[in-house]
């Protein structure tokens, strides 16, 4: 079945802006994951749904960093007021629950703030 | 809260040779550890994960270890081919969600 997908694949903001980034997971799984992945790094984990329901957001790093998954299925990362220091590769990955099971990642947004 | 590093951050072996990626991690109740493959410019893809209360698991060519007292754990990659060449993550986790990753290791494989 298809995988995990991303759109867009490529956005660039000018500084102050605001962004949305989407996130379809792979049908029938309950956990979905955003990272921030910069050059060279490994991803930085921000915030975990477990269904419609936030789980877990301690990894956003500050309150113009936002996320929903209104119906358990697709999600979106909202960033406000964007800055240069936001450009990273936004990557989402799904599992079926928890329990250390494989997370699938999809291909990343790249988000470029100018 | 949980740190997670890695060595070496660049590896380079010969075609046939064996690869050999390490980490450490601080906090000693985590207990699950994946391994990633990155390609340049691709997503990481799972190659092999490990819990904590099994010592070693092998896949065909590779392999992990895990050593509980030392906190730390290994990945074991033996007659590497070119296509193994990417970017190698650890990673641990104590809640079965939050990934803590490594900085990765750069792997080239020499023909």
Redesign the interface.
């Known amino acids: 079945g298809a995988g995990v997908s991303q759109t867009p694949s490529n956005k660039v903001t000018e500084k102050g802006k605001y962004v949305e980034l989407r996130c379809d997971p792979i049908s029938g799984h309950t956990a979905l994951y955003w990272y921030r992945q910069s050059l060279g790094q490994g991803p930085e984990f921000l915030i975990y749904f477990q269904g419609t329901g936030a789980a877990d957001d301690s990894g956003l790093p500050n309150d113009r960093f936002f996320a929903v998954r209104p119906e358990g299925s697709v999600s979106t990362l909202k960033i406000q007021r964007t800055e240069r220091g936001d450009s990273a590769v936004y990557l989402c990955a799904s599992s079926s629950g928890t329990g250390g099971n494989e997370q699938y990642f999809g291909p990343g947004t790249r988000l470029t703030v100018t | 809260g949980e740190n997670v590093e ?1 060595h070496p951050s660049t590896l380079s072996v010969q075609e046939g040779d064996s690869a050999v990626i390490k980490c450490t991690y601080s906090d000693s109740a985590s ?2 550890f ?1 391994w990633y493959k990155q390609e340049l410019g ?5 190659i092999i ?1 490990i ?1 904590s209360n099994v010592g070693e698991k092998k896949d065909q060519r590779i392999a992990v270890t895990l050593n509980k007292t030392a906190k730390h754990f290994s990945l074991h990659i033996t007659e590497t081919q070119p296509e193994d060449s990417a970017v190698y ?1 650890c ?1 641990a ?1 104590k ?10 290791t750069k792997l080239i494989i020499k023909p």
Do not use: T, V
């Open positions: 890695q207990n699950y994946p691709k997503r990481p893809q799972l994960d819990r993550f990673a986790s809640s079965n969600y939050q990934l803590i990753w490594g900085a990765g």
